[in-house]
């Protein structure tokens, strides 16, 4: 099973997703993450920015979950209010980690799980 695992906390990008009406099984009260979710495929972020394209582009391929189903229906707005605070939302995070497991037949023909972790420091000194 292929699966990426992320934690990470962002109040202002939890604060988007709540004036949006789509946080509700995806932030905590205090604006972390800790979800896994299925995946196709994904490449290792390096940055927050990679971070939060991999973000949204999971919820995408996740809508039958209701985190996936709320980001749906609000994406428009949450793509917009997240350009117009982009600044914010990249200053936003604190540390992120970022878990992806991914099925593979290797040349023998054997199954393989290749896992990578992926972690973000946000140092706010």
Same mark, same amino acid.
């Given at each position: #099973?292929? *699966?990426?695992? #992320?934690? *990470?906390?962002? @109040?202002?990008?939890?604060?988007? +997703? ?24 994904? /490449?290792? @972020?390096?940055?927050?920015?990679? *971070?939060?394209?991999? +973000?949204?582009? /999971?919820?995408?391929? !996740?809508?039958?979950?209701? =985190?996936? $189903? !709320? +980001? =749906?229906? =609000?994406? $428009? ?15 936003? +995070? ?12 290797? $040349?023998?023909?054997?199954?393989? !799980? ?12």
């Amino acid at each position: #099973m292929n *699966f990426i695992e #992320m934690k *990470f906390t962002n @109040p202002v990008l939890a604060e988007i +997703f709540g004036s949006n009406n789509a946080s509700d099984g995806l932030f905590d009260t205090n604006g972390t993450v800790d979800r896994k979710f299925n995946i196709d495929d994904a /490449v290792p @972020p390096k940055n927050t920015e990679d *971070f939060i394209s991999i +973000f949204f582009r /999971v919820l995408e391929k !996740n809508s039958e979950v209701p =985190a996936g $189903e !709320n +980001f =749906a229906k =609000a994406k $428009e707005s949450i793509y917009k209010d997240t350009v117009l605070r982009l600044s914010d939302v990249v200053h936003g +995070f604190g540390d992120i980690e970022l878990t992806i497991s991914i099925d593979s037949v290797n $040349e023998q023909g054997n199954n393989v !799980n290749k896992k990578s972790v992926t972690k973000i420091s946000r140092n706010k000194n």
